[in-house]
């Protein structure tokens, strides 16, 4: 079977390729009678119509699935993808939950070598499910062990920027202040390059690296725009810490610039 326009509408989250690879699918479905050709089918078919946000289309597909191999095979696989449709649907706390018990229900079926990548994926989406939805307590634990996972750049950039909002967050700036250096040094995602300095320049602050804090903090200023930074907050900041260096002036002008914003 060619499966390529399969694989790639799923791995690409390509919404014309997944209309591409349904046509596909049912065409295979209409004439295959292997049980493991169809189960893989049903799935890939599911996963699909999350891309094209046919969440109801999708849980119907696993249902089939399960219903071709109602085994704990099949089950496990279910349980993962619906936590995934609901984190796709925008519903962070349900697919949290749905991910949690998944792990919790097969515990021994994913500590299985060839069920190690699900294991991986579960915990990668509960760590940053965490810092989405403010647990950073939670969070920080699950995203020491997904560092220990052979990750992408991107990837471990993340987490280690999603590390130092967590400690942030708790107050535990120096630990802050050396994630987010760390992923900084590494490399930030697109998401993170300008939440990264911003909230650096708050763990510089409260660790005494006042003049480092500016500077981050004039790295927000120029890139707000395009980062979509809160200027209120960034010139509050800079009034502040340039009042804690003595520059009264500047810390005036930054003070009226905040008003204004």
Request: aromatic share 10%; net charge negative; with cysteine.
């Amino acid at each position: 079977m060619d499966k390529s326009v399969i694989q790639d509408a799923i791995e690409l989250n390509d919404p014309t390729l997944a209309k591409d690879a349904l046509r596909e699918i049912d065409m295979r479905l209409d004439s295959s009678s292997d049980q493991n050709e169809r189960v893989y089918l049903l799935f890939s078919s599911a996963s699909c119509y999350g891309i094209l946000g046919d969440f109801q289309g999708a849980r119907k597909k696993l249902g089939l699935a399960f219903r071709e191999r109602p085994d704990e095979s099949g089950r496990v696989t279910v349980d993962f993808m619906d936590g995934l449709l609901f984190q796709q649907e925008g519903k962070y706390a349900e697919a949290l939950e749905r991910l949690s018990a998944t792990l919790s229900r097969h515990s021994q079926q994913l500590k299985q070598s060839e069920l190690r990548f699900m294991y991986e994926d579960i915990q990668q989406r509960r760590a940053f499910l965490s810092v989405t939805l403010g647990r950073f307590q939670e969070a920080i634990p699950l995203l020491g062990e997904i560092l220990s996972f052979d990750l992408d750049g991107q990837l471990r950039s993340e987490a280690l920027a999603s590390l130092g909002l967590c400690h942030s967050e708790l107050k535990n700036y120096k630990l802050a202040r050396d994630y987010f250096l760390e992923a900084i040094t590494l490399g930030l995602t697109k998401e993170w390059q300008g939440r990264a300095h911003f909230h650096l320049g708050i763990a510089c602050f409260y660790t005494d690296m006042i003049r480092e804090a500016k500077r981050e903090f004039l790295l927000c200023e120029k890139a707000a725009t395009v980062y979509e930074l809160p200027l209120l907050d960034i010139y509050a900041w800079l009034s502040t810490i340039s009042k804690h260096l003595g520059e009264i002036s500047e810390s005036e002008r930054y003070a009226k610039m905040a008003k204004r914003n």
